[in-house]
T-cell receptor, first 114, second 118 residues
Framework: KAGVTQTPRYLIKTRGQQVTLSCSPISGHRSVSWYQQTPGQGLQFLFEYFSETQRNKGNFPGRFSGRQFSNSRSEMNVSTLELGDSALYLC?????????????FGPGTRLTVL | AQKVTQAQTEISVVEKEDVTLDCVYETRDTTYYLFWYKQPPSGELVFLIRRNSFDEQNEISGRYSWNFQKSTSSFNFTITASQVVDSAVYFCALSEESWVPGTYKYIFGTGTRLKVLA
């Protein structure tokens, strides 16, 4: 079974631009979660989508948004980029939504904002 | 407030030594789940173990073992006879119901970087 894939793997943007990251979950998985990983803050939960609906949301500003398509693929969008948005963005998929699910992570997209 | 604490930011050991990674969590729920993940240099987190709050049995999987103690809110991870390939960042995570019914939170600790030297 193919793992979670994320594209692109690396991205360089400038302040004020917007960016869209993509995540394809493991086949059959319907839950996709997004995390931001930085050296200072560690792994922070952004949001989770399940069956095209946002189920959970972390404490991030409205500049961070996402969506999920009928095939479970998910996109994350960040508008008006700031220097502090530079991070590794990880996507994780699981079969169901819920507290008990282990998550399967993709390799991440490293975003650098100049 | 930090709900998952991994006080050890970095540990270095020599190959074949045993090493324990500490994890202390905080929750008011009676039902919750604890996880350990490994993040090798490639960046992809790998699931290692899940434990629910009602199961305090310790678990051993090869060279890995986990000690879950509700009395001290700890879920520690021990690697026996460490190897260079164990070098990675290890994350402890807590999953619990959120205040909105039907939703939940997945909270990671800040990770412990383990370096195993040959």
């Amino acid at each position: 079974k193919a793992g979670v894939t994320q594209t692109p793997r690396y991205l360089i943007k400038t302040r004020g631009q917007q960016v869209t990251l993509s995540c394809s979950p493991i086949s059959g998985h319907r839950s996709v979660s997004w995390y931001q990983q930085t050296p200072g803050q560690g792994l922070q939960f952004l949001f989770e989508y399940f069956s095209e609906t946002q189920r959970n949301k972390g404490n991030f500003p409205g500049r961070f948004s996402g969506r999920q398509f009928s095939n479970s693929r998910s996109e994350m969008n960040v508008s008006t980029l700031e220097l502090g948005d530079s991070a590794l963005y990880l996507c994780a998929s699981s079969f169901r939504t819920g507290t008990y699910n282990e998550q399967f992570f993709g390799p991440g997209t490293r975003l650098t904002v100049l | 407030a930090q709900k998952v604490t991994q006080a050890q930011t970095e540990i270095s050991v020599v190959e074949k030594e045993d090493v324990t990674l500490d994890c202390v969590y905080e929750t008011r729920d009676t039902t919750y789940y604890l996880f350990w993940y490994k993040q090798p240099p490639s960046g992809e987190l790998v699931f290692l173990i899940r434990r629910n709050s009602f199961d305090e049995q310790n678990e051993i999987s090869g060279r890995y073992s986990w000690n879950f103690q509700k009395s001290t809110s700890s879920f520690n991870f021990t690697i026996t006879a460490s190897q260079v390939v164990d070098s990675a960042v290890y994350f402890c995570a807590l999953s619990e119901e959120s205040w909105v019914p039907g939703t939940y939170k997945y909270i990671f600790g800040t990770g412990t970087r383990l370096k195993v030297l040959a």
